[in-house]
């Protein structure tokens, strides 16, 4: 199976039948477990000690962690995507997986600056951080989704040949938003650095 497009042909010797679904399955059941065994420690010791009860920062993390809204969402959209193509090379993967991943991913990371509010208070530096963070997670989902015209011919033009349509440099796009999402990381492990006044 030969395709190209944003991603370019397959390298000679890929089989893109070739299938790692068993160890996504793994992987992500077990990382759900762990990480939602996380959130259910965090929220059942908050609710063990005295004073205000939950606060913004523990509704996000669930937000993150909980399948009804999207943490556990990305977990079971690579779950889904297994008969649909997760676990293949990634000139079969699905469209939505983008959008999915950088919501969780954003959420989780805004839960943080929300802890770190609650914990440390705000300052200059927490809005500064926090709202890139929100920024990139808009600039992906909407670059993400009017990135290829029209929209279906992201996915087929790897398995139509008659497909016709343009989309935006998708490996740059990722490169991109890869070293933004670092920035914001590193930001986000300043935040609590204290400050001279």
């Not at 962690?65 to 997760?86: D, N, R």
């Not at 011919?153 to 999402?181: E, H, M, S, V």
């Not at 920035?183 to 650095?193: G, K, R, S, Y």
């Amino acid at each position: 199976m030969s395709n190209s497009g944003a991603w370019g042909p397959a390298p000679p010797g890929v089989d893109l039948v070739e299938d790692q679904s068993g160890d996504i399955i793994g992987t992500v059941v077990a990382i759900m477990i762990i990480g939602l065994a996380a959130v259910v420690l965090r929220l059942f010791t908050r609710s063990m000690k005295t004073g205000p009860g939950l606060a913004i920062d523990d509704y996000v993390i669930v937000f993150a962690a909980a399948g009804k809204a999207m943490g556990v969402g990305t977990a079971v959209c690579c779950l889904i995507s297994v008969p649909w193509g997760g676990g293949k090379y990634l000139w079969v993967t699905t469209y939505a997986f983008v959008i999915v991943y950088i919501t969780y991913i954003s959420a989780t990371k805004m839960s943080i600056l929300l802890f770190y509010r609650r914990i440390f208070g705000t300052n200059v530096i927490w809005y500064i951080v926090f709202g890139p963070t929100l920024a990139h997670w808009t600039e992906v989902t909407i670059t993400w989704l009017v990135g290829c015209r029209p929209m279906d011919y992201y996915w087929r033009q790897y398995t139509d040949p008659t497909a016709t349509g343009k989309c935006i440099n998708t490996p740059l796009f990722y490169f991109c938003n890869g070293i933004i999402g670092l920035v914001i990381d590193v930001a986000i492990l300043l935040v609590p650095t204290p400050t001279s006044t």
